[in-house]
């Protein structure tokens, strides 16, 4: 990582159906070998099939599964003294919003039932809105982490 230059934040334009960011870099992220026509229609029909299972607005209700799989907290590694500590730090909202989408499609692609990445992506999603589930567990277990290091709290600068 640079110490000398900030790296430029790129602007992701909305997706065409529910003009939302968040369905863009969700779509960017499902995406595999450059074909984004394929992701979006894997992404939109998840968000379908979370709509069926909830009764909500599909937006509504996609805003819910992000909430739900935001962390507050994380750890960082900070060398101090010959010792590396892990340090829990606040997690700004970008990296919210980028962490819950990474662990939504990680969890989703490790899913072993059968059917396509659009169905697996849609349960991920159901049972995220749930509270349940993997990726679910991931934020918990990054929350957890956090907290038992909160000793650690007064290295942060």
């Known amino acids: 990582m640079s110490r000398r230059k900030v790296s430029k934040k790129r602007i992701i334009d909305a997706d065409f159906l529910y003009k939302n ?20 229609k894997i ?20 805003n819910k599964v ?14 101090i003294g010959g010792a590396t500590y892990q340090i829990p730090v606040q997690v700004p909202e970008r990296r919210k919003i980028t962490l819950s989408i990474r662990w939504l499609v ?35 277990d990054v929350f957890r982490m956090a907290e038992a290091n909160k000793a650690f709290a007064h290295f942060k600068w």
């Open 21 to 40: 960011v968040t369905v863009a870099k969700l779509i960017n992220k499902v995406m595999m070998d450059g074909k984004k026509s394929i992701a979006e």
């Open 43 to 62: 992404v939109y029909k998840s968000i379908d099939f979370l709509n069926d299972k909830t009764k909500g607005n599909e937006l509504s209700s996609f």
């Open 66 to 79: 992000i909430d739900n799989l935001s962390p507050e907290l994380e750890v960082k590694s900070r060398r």
């Open 106 to 140: 990680n969890y989703a692609r490790a899913r072993t039932n059968r059917g396509g990445i659009a169905e697996k992506l849609g349960l991920e999603m159901v049972d995220a809105f749930n509270n349940t589930g993997g990726a679910v567990k991931k934020k918990e």
